[in-house]
């Protein structure tokens, strides 16, 4: 599986941003599509996750009510849309794709097989 992120940019504090993932190599119909993200000198974090499939979701707590996480199946996208972005989600945010993981294993980066280039996402005060 290839992935190619691609959105990220500079935006003031309550801004908006659309990231995106371009999935591309074989079928993704048992597949956890997620994104993650490494602020400098942090460790890489669960940012959000969407079985592709069944379109579940999960989001980690401190993005709940800001971002959405979404797929199209038929263009083999993901999406991570970012509303009321805050300084400190300022990070490189990164596309990750994982072969039937259980959802307790969702958060952790190393269950995940493939992973996108990264997408630069800075959020200004």
């Known amino acids: 599986v290839q992935l190619q992120a691609s959105g990220g940019g500079l935006v003031q504090a309550g801004g908006s941003l659309r990231l995106s993932c371009a999935a591309s190599?074989?079928?993704?119909?048992?597949?956890?599509m997620g994104w993650f993200r490494q602020a400098p000198g942090k460790e890489r974090e669960f940012v959000a996750a969407?079985?592709?499939?069944?379109?579940?979701?999960y989001y980690t707590d401190a993005v709940k009510g800001r971002f959405t996480i979404s797929r199209d199946r038929t263009k083999f996208m993901m999406y991570l849309q970012m509303n009321s972005l805050k300084p400190e989600d300022t990070a490189v945010y990164y596309c990750?794709?994982?072969?039937?993981?259980?959802?307790?294993?969702?958060?952790?980066?190393?269950?995940?097989?493939?992973w996108g280039q990264g997408t630069q996402v800075t959020v200004s005060s």
């Open positions: 190599g074989r079928t993704l119909s048992d597949y956890v």
């Open positions: 990750a794709a994982a072969p039937r993981i259980i959802t307790s294993m969702m958060w952790v980066p190393s269950s995940y097989a493939y």
């Open positions: 969407v079985r592709w499939s069944a379109g579940s979701t």
